[in-house]
């Protein structure tokens, strides 16, 4: 008989302890250590294992076979930008994401439009569940297979005979693999049954899409090393209570992770966002005071995103700083900055901050449009709809150039806009486009303009 190992692992970093204690050694985090029963695979390989595969030689870098890696196309435009292409056969992609933001609904919804035989297991809903959905979104499809099970080795046992030729697992974390003791969803069995996959994945060719639950910090549930293991990690994230979200690539090894996708959730489901510009923009017949459009870039990506701020007399002692969509503390040195080299009393004032369509970017180009957008709403001045911004803004009140500056002026221009406020040492080439570039130097240049 095998013998039984014990081990305590770390509940949030995944390190392994030979004992207890009280604090991690590696992640330093407080009792999250958890004793968890590991038994070594006895001698004979499981289902997985393949003994028969070639041991591979060293070869020279171009004798390389490159002729091109074949890309599996989803039918999503917007997954298949984000993958870098398409599925890599073989490829192992962890999808991660907040409860409720639309996981399950993105990976069903692909495995009834990809026109290949999918396999879709879950461990979370019963057939009948996903079958509802799957009416809900309006499609169906005669290639793809529904199976409820969380013991993998019982999900192995049915794949010879359906020879899928894409397999999803919804979720990681319910997974069981009876090779290890500990409960499903902890450390051990995490680690055990990604490698399991993997290992399906890479002697099958068959890619393999894992959704992968995350903390309440963000990051995926369980161990680390679970991140290192696949090819690729994707993150779907959003404010659920809008409609908009992004699909994100943390990590791809078959491509850049320099692209999103955006997705509208909708009644029926997900619809692809082919123009983020147009859609994100509120549309009005008059001009407001308050809003200012940012010219921001997401990886490779351009977007006009509207800004909008409300700038009013505190009523309360301590004034209101509120930000959705933007970084607290940027809005907080922002206004800072406006209070000392700008002038302006804001410390007497609640601001509110808000992107519309609740997406949080952390492009530094949108400090320029949350200033324009501040000031406007100060004076109770409109900003001029045709008038979009682009710029850092410095502790010093200068501003500043940022990245892909062409880009963002080329989608400015291609959506009808005539000025674009970018900072005066912005690299520009592009000189043929009907849009006039305003070069600022300082905040007090801005307000000079604006007003
Ligand atoms: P779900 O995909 O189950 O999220 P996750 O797997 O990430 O936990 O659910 C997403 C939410 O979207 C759910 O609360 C209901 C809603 N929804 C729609 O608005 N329209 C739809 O067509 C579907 C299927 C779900
Ligand atoms: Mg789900």
Known sequence: MAKVKKAFFCQSCGTQHTQWQGQCNACKAW??????????????????????????????LHEVDTTQIPRIKTN????????????????????????????????????????????????????QQIKLRANRMGLTADSCYLLSQTETLKIFDQIPQLQPELVIFDSIQTLHTPQIESGAGSVSQIKACAAELIKYAKTNNTPVILVGHITKDGAIAGPKILEHMVDTVLQFEGDRNHIYRILRANKNRFGATS???????????????????????????????????????????????????????????????????????????????????????????????????????????????????????????????????????????????????????QEAAKLGFEQVAISKFTKVGNAGLKIEKVLLETVGSLVDFLF
């Not at 292409?85 to 399950?104: D, F, N, T």
């Not at 040195?333 to 970017?361: C, H, P, Q, W, Y």
């Open 259 to 409: 692209e999103i996708g955006i997705y509208e959730m909708q009644t029926q489901g997900l619809r692809e966002v082919k123009n983020p510009s147009e859609v994100l923009i509120s549309t009005k017949s008059q001009t407001l005071s308050g809003h200012a459009i940012a010219a921001t870039v997401e990886g490779i990506r351009p977007m006009m995103i509207e800004v909008q701020a409300l700038v009013s007399s505190a009523v309360y002692g301590t004034p209101q700083r509120s930000a959705t969509g933007f970084n607290a503390k940027r809005l907080n040195m922002l206004l800072a900055v406006l209070e000392k080299r700008a002038g302006f009393a804001l410390g007497s004032k609640d601001v509110f901050i808000n992107i519309t369509g609740g997406i949080a970017l952390e492009d530094p180009a949108l400090d320029l449009a949350v200033v324009a957008a501040l000031l406007s709403s100060y004076h109770d001045v409109p900003i001029p709809q045709q008038l979009c911004f682009a710029a850092e803004i410095g502790l010093s009140g200068e501003i500043r150039p940022v990245a892909k500056a062409d880009l963002r002026i």
């Open 31 to 60: 009792n999250t250590l958890a004793e968890e029963l590991i038994q070594k695979a006895s001698s004979t390989e499981n289902w997985s294992g393949s003994s028969s595969q070639k041991t591979p030689k060293p070869i020279l």
């Open 76 to 127: 999503d435009s917007e997954l298949d930008r984000v993958l870098g292409g398409g599925l890599v056969p073989g490829a192992v992609v962890l999808l991660g994401g907040e409860p409720g933001i639309g996981k399950s609904t993105l990976l069903l919804q692909l495995s009834l439009t990809i026109k290949r035989k999918v396999l879709y297991v879950s461990g979370e809903e019963s057939q």
